[in-house]
Each structure stands twice: as C-alpha cells, then as structure tokens.
C-alpha cells in the first residue's frame, strides 16, 4: 500500500498525518500522468480516410487547424495542456512537501505558489471557459493565469459543482488561495516567503527590523507547519477533485476507475485517521 511514510526527518508527530494525507493525495494525482489509464493525456493518434496535403514543415496541429478539424485540433491541444500542467503542479508540490520535513518552510510556502496561484486557474479557464484555448492560439500577450478577482470567484464558483464532496466551497477555496485581503492566503503567505520584504498590500507588510521568513524561529515555524497541513489537505482535495472531473469527462473514463479512486481515498482516510 502506497503512502507508508515512516521517517518523517524533523516533522513533529502531531503534524504527521496530515503530511501522510497530503502525500496520499498528491500520489492520486500524479496518476493522471503516470498510469495507463490516462495515457491518452500523454499520448493521441489520428487516423485519416485519405493521405493529408501537408505542407513542407507543416505542425500537425495548424494541419488540423487548416483542414477544418477544429475538434480534434482542440481535443489534443487540451490533453497535451492537462498533461503538462498536471506534472508540472505535481513537480512542486513533491519538493514542497519534502521542504517541509526538512524544516525549510521558507522554501516550502514559495513553491506551493505556482501550483494554487497559477497553474489552478490555467486548468479552471482550459476546461471551464470557451474563449481559452481561441486566445491560446491567436493573442500574443494572453496572459493565461491573470484575472481579476471576480472572475476568480465565478470560475471557482463553476468548479464548485463539480465536486463530489459538497463540504468544499468555493468561498473557502477562495479565502484560503487568492484572497489578498487575508493576510495568511496562499497568495499572501507565498509572496512572504519569495521576498525579504513586501510593502505593496497593507495587509501583508513586513514588520519593522525584519524579513520576511529569514528570522524564523522554532516557535515561528511550528506556527507555520500548523497553518500548512490545516490547509493544504483540503485544497490537495480540491483540487484532486477539479481533476477527476476534468480528466475523467476529457478521457471518458470508465466509471469504474473513479469508482476506484474514491474507494482508495475513503480507506486511506479511514485508516489514516486512526492512526
């Protein structure tokens, strides 16, 4: 059974499960890139009635494009978008949680930015809007991860119905990831940890004579490991959810495999919960 952690290196033990509840569900979405059952994210075929006409050097997606497949065109386009993200969300949040029992906060709250700052809203505008992947292809400074605060909470507000666990609300996504009047957001907390010094947001100011992350003290980082595993369980779950429904509706899935996924998560939590 995957998930049996037993050297947590400098993480105190009251703070264990909830690392071993994150890993579990970073290891459910990593399996979007890694099992088979996804790989049509890695990989597409196209068949053809009839040879193409491609031009000398042409991409075969601008062949698709230029032959009226905008279907397919779109289709793959998503897939290899899903893929790249997934990973690549993947990628940080693995060296963000090792970071963590190391005892490297600092480095922990910087890289767990990019995966619930950025790489969130990419994946909620790839599958949620139906102007992205135009703007994708033709604006040359589309800028796939900025919006304004509203949009965010309407696009979060869309995801929320998708969820199968109707405890997660998008206000709380919301507050816990974006809000820049929350001075422990993720946005917040991660800008902190990225920059000796922020004076831009009134609500997120550096103190006088300090640094932001640089003179963390033992009892400043347990207050710091106490607010990383009382959010980032449930925002792993969020998002591990936004996930299923995009890749599982994207893929047409058997039924069968979500099925699966559910059951694995329900015995871990059972079973992580007494420990």
């Not at 033990?13 to 459910?28: A, D, T, V």
């Not at 998503?78 to 963590?100: K, P, Y």
């Not at 994708?136 to 666990?165: G, P, R």
């Not at 206000?171 to 907390?189: E, G, L, Q, T, W």
Request: proline content about 2%; charged content about 30%; glycine content about 2%.
């Amino acid at each position: 059974m995957r998930n049996e952690r037993f050297d947590f290196l400098y993480l105190p033990k009251k703070f264990q499960r909830q690392h071993k509840s994150c890993e579990f569900l970073l290891y459910q979405i990593e399996d979007f890139v890694v099992k088979d059952d996804y790989k049509k994210l890695r990989v597409q075929s196209l068949q053809f009635t009839k040879e193409p006409d491609f031009i000398e050097g042409e991409h075969i997606l601008d062949y698709l494009l230029r032959s009226g497949e905008h279907d397919k065109h779109s289709e793959i386009l998503t897939s290899n978008i899903l893929n790249a993200l997934i990973a690549d969300i993947c990628e940080f949040i693995q060296i963000a949680l090792f970071a963590s029992l190391q005892k490297r906060l600092t480095v922990t709250f910087a890289l767990i930015r990019k995966p619930f700052v950025y790489n969130l809203l990419v994946v909620l505008r790839l599958y949620f809007t139906s102007d992205f992947l135009d703007r994708f292809n033709n604006e040359e400074k589309f800028d796939t991860a900025k919006l304004t605060e509203d949009d965010i909470k309407v696009l979060l507000k869309i995801s929320e119905e998708v969820l199968f666990s109707k405890s997660i609300k998008a206000d709380d996504i919301y507050n816990i990831v974006f809000n820049p009047a929350s001075a422990d957001s993720i946005k917040n907390m991660s800008n902190k940890a990225l920059h000796p010094s922020t004076t831009q947001n009134k609500n997120n100011l550096t103190e006088i004579q300090n640094l932001n992350f640089v003179f963390s003290t033992e009892q400043s980082i347990e207050t710091q490991w106490d607010y990383l595993y009382r959010k980032l369980p449930l925002i792993l779950l969020y998002l591990n959810e936004v996930l299923e429904f995009i890749v599982f509706d994207h893929l047409k899935v058997d039924d069968g495999k979500y099925s699966e996924r559910l059951i694995e998560r329900a015995e871990f939590f059972k079973n992580n919960n007494a420990c």
